[in-house]
């Protein structure tokens, strides 16, 4: 509601101070168009998700701490390659060893208090493996660097998904909403005792928090829908991809992410596929990555690519509930 009813308003001001998107020049052509629209907008998320989180959840609760943190952190992150983009008049902001260099440094704390502050000390190092009952993978030693792998590749998943209208926010409104439930069957005994997962204490308040998240998404979206008004650039892109990886983390659902966050994975994943190809033949796996510009070289219309990416999102967390049941 706060991103919905501050919309309008957040738009003038950065119109104002013309804090606007400079569009990649070796990005498809028809993208040319969006160049001049007001950036920055996941300020709007941000603050919205920290309100919203400061109003209704429980500030001594140990989970949601680390989520403002996190939020703070790697929000800050993507305000200064925002900030460095404007600065410059460049598409570029912080190199990528910088962002990933910030990323790491809060996933390596992070690591650190699970580690050696774990929620339940008896699974602190092990791993769920969906549609598997009762089927853990026991990282031991190298917890830690998962820990990292999850909160980096899931911040950058999500920031390499934010190239069209109202891709990332709303397959992140899908992501958020299906692990609120993931949380609150976590933090019930019941619940997560019948479903054979985890129970982690105090998991529930996280719902709280994502709700916040979904409804922030949600407000934006409307105004991010095609043809957007307003961007949210990497300061929304990196702190949300952060939280769903965060979140994972703390419920002991990282692989069930992997499989509900597939549209993020698989963005993520051809951008990869692409540089690793190209520099050893000199040849390309697609057309243009990450994979929806692929589709958008194809032929396919912004708004058809967007969409069949949110519906791939809504069947995703299908399946993710269903490895609930599939036991």
Not at 278 to 297: A, D, I
Request: hydrophobic share 50%.
């Amino acid at each position: 509601m706060i991103c919905f009813v501050a919309g309008p308003c957040i738009i003038e001001k950065l119109e104002n101070f013309k804090i606007k998107q400079i569009v990649r020049t070796d990005g498809p052509e028809t993208h040319l168009s969006k160049n001049g629209t007001p950036t920055m907008g996941g300020l709007l998320i941000l603050l919205s998700v920290v309100a919203s989180t400061f109003l209704w959840a429980r500030l001594d609760n140990r989970f949601i701490l680390w989520l403002l943190t996190g939020t703070l952190w790697l929000g800050f992150l993507g305000f200064c390659d925002d900030y460095l983009k404007l600065k410059k008049r460049d598409s570029n902001g912080l190199s990528a060893k910088s962002k990933i260099f910030g990323q790491t440094v809060f996933a390596a704390v992070l690591a650190a208090y699970l580690n050696f502050s774990p929620s339940n000390p008896e699974f602190a190092t092990l791993v769920n493996v969906p549609f598997l009952k009762g089927f853990f993978i026991n990282f031991s030693f190298l917890y830690a660097l998962f820990v990292i792998i999850v909160i980096v590749g899931s911040s950058n998943a999500v920031n390499l998904t934010d190239g069209l209208d109202g891709l990332a926010v709303g397959n992140i409104t899908i992501v958020a909403f299906s692990l609120t439930l993931f949380a609150y069957f976590a933090g019930h005994f019941q619940i997560a005792n019948y479903l054979k997962i985890i129970n982690v204490s105090g998991a529930g308040e996280i719902s709280i928090f994502l709700f916040a998240v979904v409804g922030s998404s949600l407000g934006f979206l409307w105004y991010n829908s095609h043809p957007a008004e307003i961007f949210m650039g990497d300061t929304g892109s990196l702190f949300l991809g952060g939280v769903l990886g965060m979140v994972s983390l703390f419920i002991k659902q990282e692989l069930v992410l992997v499989l509900l966050g597939g549209v993020f994975v698989i963005e993520a994943l051809s951008v990869l596929i692409q540089i690793f190809y190209y520099r050893r033949t000199g040849k390309k796996v697609f057309k243009m990555s990450p994979l929806h510009h692929h589709y958008e070289m194809l032929g396919l219309s912004e708004m058809k690519v967007t969409v069949r990416f949110w519906i791939a999102g809504v069947i995703l967390a299908i399946l993710s509930f269903a490895s609930l049941k599939v036991r």
